[in-house]
């Protein structure tokens, strides 16, 4: 179960754009991401790099935590929204559950739940 403590600081990384430091320092070695019904993608370096390059392809990112965070044991659920200012001049506004299991301080599994049509730019 993680603690408030590194909760708290696992959000404020990511609403402070640092996406891919974020997972980098609060995911195993061995964490998995899936998007919807999507494969998973399995390692934490892979997800940096997968997130990396997302980032790259934007010139800004804005990201809200919609609080609260559901906390249950080891299982967490977060409402994000990501605001985003693509290179060529795209905008998207993604709004998305992240369902995570934990173990102890660090996330194991993660599969975000979001409307596929809110990719589209805009």
Same mark, same amino acid.
């Given at each position: ?9 696992? /959000?404020? $990384? &990511? ?8 997972? $980098?320092?609060?995911? @195993? ?5 899936? !998007? ?14 997968? !997130?990396? +390059? &997302? ?5 800004? /990112?804005? @990201? ?22 693509? +290179? ?17 301080? +660090? ?13 589209? $730019?805009?």
């Amino acid at each position: 179960m993680p603690s408030r403590e590194v909760l708290d600081a696992f /959000v404020a $990384a &990511v609403e402070s754009g640092d996406h891919a430091g974020a997972i $980098a320092r609060f995911y @195993t070695e061995d964490a998995s991401m899936q !998007e919807n019904l999507n494969p998973p993608r399995q390692g934490r370096d892979l997800l940096v790099a997968h !997130e990396q +390059k &997302v980032l790259d392809r934007a010139n800004t /990112v804005r @990201t809200t935590c919609v609080r609260p965070v559901l906390v249950d044991g080891d299982t967490v659920v977060i409402h994000w929204i990501f605001e985003f200012e693509f +290179k060529d001049g795209s905008k998207r506004r993604i709004e998305e559950l992240a369902h995570q299991t934990w173990r102890d301080d +660090k996330v194991w599994r993660e599969r975000f739940y979001y409307d596929p049509s809110q990719m589209k $730019a805009g």
